[in-house]
């Protein structure tokens, strides 16, 4: 039996909780039921519950599940839907979760005053920026089974949204990639907190694109990146809990002014913070 419920965004399933810890689910008459969202919007992060030791597949990977059947996955900026996860409970029988995608508006966003070496870089900076961002795909590979993104999140800190996730960026007149990210605008040395707890898997304060860059992985592939840093104050191997200062904005790398960029990944996908943060306790 699949049960959906139809959600704007990230909205928890009515009833449902998804504790931090992976203990198995108390003794009992088993639930069998596997539950997802019937709709999402592009670039939601999705949790679903499955009966716990299901396996569960989407999009080519096997997920991880908690001792609860929680599981979580990223739909991407451009996804179309439906999508189908497979559900494969312990005695075998299987489920099939179709999940409607809600298309969304991409407004074009121009930036103009942007360095020229940085809009189209020399052989050797490009070559640069390619080993960098190599190193920032290999730490979203992570796959922990931590599940700190199981909380609701909270505004790393207070500013005006000068950016938002999948706006079409223009850098002096040249289509760029889209906005991968919210961009909140602050004064440089502002503190930047943990917007839920998580281990740092990435921290490198001269980056030629991003500057000071920091990666928290939240477990389960769900990780947020802090860009254009002046400061930061974990390292690598280093668990912080929500709210807990990671750095400081800045303006460092290819930035025009002092802000926080905060992306958020489910390995590869980019999700949009925005979506998450309006997830419902």
Not at 101 to 124: E, F, S
Not at 133 to 138: D, F, I, L, N
Not at 222 to 243: A, C, K, M, P, T
Request: proline letters at 10%; one cysteine or more; aromatic letters at 6%.
């Amino acid at each position: 039996m699949v049960v959906c419920a139809l959600v704007a965004g990230l909205v928890p399933i009515p009833g449902w909780t998804t504790p931090q810890d992976h203990a198995p689910a108390a003794a009992g008459p088993a639930d069998v039921r596997v539950v997802f969202p019937a709709s999402v919007p592009q670039g939601s992060m999705v949790l679903g519950k499955v009966p716990p030791g299901s396996k569960v597949e989407y999009a080519g990977r096997t997920l991880r599940t908690t001792g609860y059947g929680t599981v979580v996955f990223g739909i991407g900026r451009d996804q179309a839907g439906p999508v189908q996860v497979a559900v494969t409970r312990p005695d075998g029988s299987r489920e099939v979760a179709q999940i409607a995608v809600t298309a969304r508006d991409w407004p074009v966003q121009r930036v103009d005053g942007v360095p020229p070496k940085t809009v189209d870089p020399p052989p050797v900076i490009a070559a640069r920026i390619a080993r960098e961002q190599a190193r920032v795909v290999t730490a979203r590979e992570r796959d922990d089974d931590r599940a700190d993104f199981a909380r609701p999140f909270a505004w790393p800190l207070q500013g005006r949204i000068s950016g938002r996730f999948g706006h079409q960026r223009v850098y002096n007149g040249k289509p760029g990639s889209p906005h991968s990210g919210m961009d909140i605008a602050a004064a440089t040395g502002t503190p930047v907190q943990a917007p839920a707890a998580g281990v740092v898997t990435f921290a490198d304060p001269d980056l030629y694109l991003t500057g000071g860059t920091v990666l928290l992985d939240h477990g389960f592939g769900i990780s947020s990146n802090f860009l254009h840093l002046s400061r930061i104050d974990v390292q690598v191997g280093q668990r912080v809990e929500q709210g807990q200062a990671i750095g400081a904005v800045g303006a460092t790398g290819r930035a025009t002014g002092p802000h926080l960029h905060w992306g958020m990944n489910w390995f590869d996908v980019r999700i949009d913070p925005l979506l998450v943060l309006e997830r419902q306790p």
